[in-house]
């Protein structure tokens, strides 16, 4: 039951996340060009199951790419680089997101 709450809770964050940001974008899923899948949980995902219980958004299969433990990776990359661990340490002075309009009215 544990693996199934997981599922579903993974499902739920990566849905309303994606359904957020492509809202605030005014694109929709065929605007995706790519998806990239981290972590360990992504790499075991079925590409079509996934799309299927809408984990990720219905786009070709060829446009989604798993990229393994993308933390990991960058964090390293951080440490290696003095240039890159003094861009990541400053703090952004904005976000390039437009405010979004919440309504009780259905679609």
């Known amino acids: ?9 993974a499902k739920v964050t990566n849905h ?5 940001l492509m809202k ?3 694109i929709d899923s065929n605007d995706l060009k790519r998806i990239l899948v981290a972590e360990a949980f992504g790499s075991h995902l079925n590409k079509n199951n996934a799309k299927r219980i809408g984990l990720i958004p219905d786009v070709k299969n060829k ?13 390293t990359m951080t440490l ?4 890159r661990a003094r861009k990541v340490s400053k703090k952004p002075e904005s976000w390039n997101s437009q405010p979004t309009q919440t309504s009780n009215q259905g679609p």
């Open 1 to 9: 039951m544990r693996i199934i709450n997981e599922v579903i809770l």
């Open 16 to 20: 309303s996340a994606t359904q957020v």
């Open 24 to 26: 605030i974008k005014r």
């Open 63 to 75: 446009r989604i790419t798993y990229i393994g433990n993308a933390a990991l990776s960058d964090a």
């Open 80 to 83: 290696k680089s003095k240039k």
